[in-house]
């Protein structure tokens, strides 16, 4: 039989590889490497954003430590993290398992969920969200027909804090996509067999579904607590940081640092801060996962 | 194999290392004294009334130059400073800016920040005073031109004060009183803010300022109040609260969330009968009102003759970059916008009343020099102003006053422990940026 020889349009040579991973490796030195050293650099000066920067050494991570707004908005960040990843992880998966069921216009209903995820917190959401939760929106006037007293959600810090958590919440598709497709790859034997040995619904779930996506749960905990910490666009549309600081997010004063008070030294020395409390957060979960992760291996 | 990673690793820190550093032009575009064919960028911020007037300010300016096209960039304030600073930080701003006071000392503080408009010969200058002037300058280098002097007023819905039978108060004891009067029917007899506009801390420095006749912050930068005229204002701030003059900041919040006031229902419905604005900005409220008409009131005195306090200041500058490759073609429409007739009668008072004489010559030729804006600054003039220092309106700054504001409104200190922190803070943050 006659050897089939196939023609490669780049050439063999040593560098083909190089070649074909090019786009990437200089993508990464100039939109991630170069930012990332150039953000540590810049926290060692007194850099204003305009004028040339002056290294002034560890002047920027000395002020963090008496720097108490920064305290706040670190507690702050974690308060939401908090608040919002739990939630998120419990809609998000019970949704994709009804998602999961074979319904009619199953279709529909999953754009449909996904399309918050599409319209994130922008100009638009903000104007809804206005709608929906200023004195005599429409929640107000839900709650006084079952008799309920007016609740202040812009005004009141933990209530204000929520309704950004609602809104993250909302656009549950990112993460209700990745446990469906999870889902979907758990083989049908294993409800067939559990089913006759006389295995119910919840005992399925809790003995079959949950231990096949521990995974899957672990990458959406890792991935949705990352983007929580970073959380910077629905306060700054929503509530604008308040009321006192109450929503006031590590991102926000990054931002504010660095292009309201022109403090561009401070501001990539906090970003470097947020950095090592990703790495630390996202350690921490891996080591308190780890158990449960091994058992499914 | 090893050479080629020595070059990707030697890309990689070369890449780093440009980009950290400040990145402007190596040399300044020296003025010819030619208009050339050439596309210009000009940005500026402001309310609808605003950008209608300039848009078709830009139209005319190409039918009079169809070589030098203008590409506009606008918005609201919201936000605006900060997309200044980036775009400046990246080299990569207009060739025209407005600008607000204060980016002087942050963008400029060595007057090397914008273009030295005092090279360039196609701007003419010969209509300004030479006082107006000096408020462009750094460091003795024309940074800036001033567009208007303005200085914040009481402006009044017409409609809602007649509705209520009230007048419109002359002194700080008779808005007191309005507020029982407006409070009667649910309404506010003005609004304050700590948002962008940082009306509330603005007010309070009026009010000390008339009554001590000190200046909240000097010129160079130094603070003029004591910790107890600080104290003074801010029990000011929250006694106006207590008497239902203004919203208190829960109930601003709980009703317009982040929204700024002319976006509120609240104001456009007339819940919400005054504002205190600038008078180049007060056309966004005049423009949203459903029913009634803005009108400027009276600047408040102590009722025995004391009307001083008030402050002016120059409420928008123009720029040019100094990345500009089109010096002479920059200067040249910013005078069109700054001196010619008939770009005066399309933007009328939508910058406020300007401080060019010619354009404002033109403007009451044609009968343009009317509407509230003009009323506040007509009274204004009669005042004995203080000129506010650029150091007072600082982002930094602001953050100060709208905190102490906001320990006070929401009772989580008193007056005193709040002024103590504003203090602190503004004599510590003015020591560290005085040049």
Known sequence: ?297 | MKKLFSFITAFSCAAVLSSCGSKNKSEITKPDGKLDPCTLRFSWWGGDDRHEATLEAIELWESKHPDIKIVPEYGGWDGWTEKVTAQIGSAAEPDILQINYDWLITMSSDGKGFYDIGTLDGLDLSGFDEEVLSFGKVGGIMNAVPVSLSGRGLFYNSDVFSSVGAEYPSTWDELSDLGSVFGDKDLYPIDLDIQSGGTAWYFAVVYIQQKTGREFITMDGQLGFTEDDIRDALVFYKDLEDEHVIRTLKTRTDEDGNAALYQSSEFIDGKIAGVLEWGSAVGKYESVLLQGVLEAGPFLSDGKGNNGGWMIKPSLLYAISKNTDHPDEAAAFMDFLLNNEECAEILGTTRGVPASSYAEESLEKNGKLTGPAQDSNEMLDKLDTVTISPYMELSRMKEFYNTAIEAVSYNTADPSEAAHEMYESIVRYLEKIRK
């Open chain 1, 1 to 297: 039989m006659k050897k089939m020889t196939y023609s490669n349009p780049v050439g063999v040579g040593k560098f083909t590889g190089l070649l074909l991973i090019s786009p990437f490796i200089l993508g990464f030195l100039l939109f991630t490497l170069s930012p990332f050293v150039c953000s540590f650099i810049l926290g060692l000066t007194d850099s204003d954003g305009i004028s040339a920067p002056v290294f002034n050494g560890g002047e920027n991570y000395i002020r963090m430590l008496t720097d108490s707004g920064l305290h706040k908005a670190i507690g702050v960040t974690f308060r939401y993290t908090a608040l919002l990843v739990p939630l998120k992880m419990l809609v998000s998966l019970a949704v994709a398992l009804l998602l999961n069921m074979e319904l009619k216009a199953m279709s529909f209903y999953r754009t449909a969920f996904y399309i918050p995820s599409i319209l994130g917190a922008n100009l638009s959401v903000v104007i809804m969200w206005q709608y929906l939760f200023t004195s005599g929106g429409l929640v107000d006037q839900l709650l006084g027909t079952v008799g309920a007293s007016h609740v202040s959600w812009y005004g009141e810090p933990f209530h204000a804090m929520m309704i950004i958590v609602l809104l993250r919440l909302w656009e549950f598709g990112s993460t209700m996509v990745i446990f469906l497709a999870a889902l979907r790859d758990i083989p049908r034997e294993l409800y067939d067999a559990a089913k006759t040995d006389g295995c119910g619904r919840v005992r399925a779930f809790f003995h079959i579904t949950l231990p096949m996506l521990k995974n899957v749960i672990f990458i959406n905990l890792v991935l949705q607590t990352i983007s929580a910490i970073q959380e910077f666009n629905a306060p700054y549309m929503i509530t604008g940081g308040g009321p006192m600081k109450e929503t006031y997010t590590l991102g926000m004063l990054i931002y504010d640092e660095m292009f309201r008070f022109n403090d561009a030294g401070y501001a990539n020395a906090v970003s470097w801060v947020m950095f090592v409390l990703i790495a630390v957060v996202v350690a921490l979960l891996y080591k308190l996962t780890g158990r449960m992760r091994e058992g499914t291996k």
